[in-house]
């Protein structure tokens, strides 16, 4: 398997593949400039061998974009430190860091991030590409859209709906439904700002 990523994320998810005593083929980034991490080599360029992959980039945006690009065999990973009810669904690339619990009835999708002791309650709903934070709890029957970031610590009351590619901030208690695109700080959240493309936090940033 190769790990596409050879960031921080990229070497957590490396362990992750180790615990579970799976073989890592190495790790593909063009952009660090590194040759070797973890003991594992660094190619700049996806290898002809690759064959499955996960991918360990924290932005969901970009991690969207390989997925689309890259149609490798991407495993569900996750952690053996991890809670994961036999009766929730995971789809493919998702990873799921060690502490994290994710609870009965719960459908995650494709490659999602289920961070260190994030709880996903009872009946959520996640969209693809999601990405809930180290700590981060949702409560039952929350549903959560495509490409949004859940920051750390926050906290999501049960039965609310998050749109897509939103961005709640650390430790944002949020008890309302919130629309697509809305960044969501404060206790309780409130939307501050909205962003103008999917996933493209620059006009936030700047």
Known sequence: MHIIGAGGHGKVVAELIELNQQPIDGFIDEMSGLHQLLDYPVYADFPPSTEEAIIAIGDNLIRKRIALQYPYQYPVLIHPKACVS????????????????????????????????????????????????????????????????????????QGVHIGSWCLIGAGAVVIENIPDNSVVVGNPGRVISRLKNDGDLSEFCN
Do not use: M, W
């Not at 619990?101 to 999601?130: E, R, Y």
């Open 86 to 157: 036999k009766r929730a669904t995971l789809g493919k690339g998702t990873v799921v860091i060690g502490g994290a619990t994710i609870n009965i009835g719960a459908k995650i999708g494709q490659h999602v991030i289920v961070n260190t002791n994030a709880s996903v309650g009872h009946d959520c709903l996640l969209g693809d590409f999601v990405h809930i934070a180290p700590n981060a709890a949702l409560a039952g029957n929350v549903c959560i859209g495509e490409g949004t970031n859940i920051g750390l610590g926050a906290a999501i009351k």
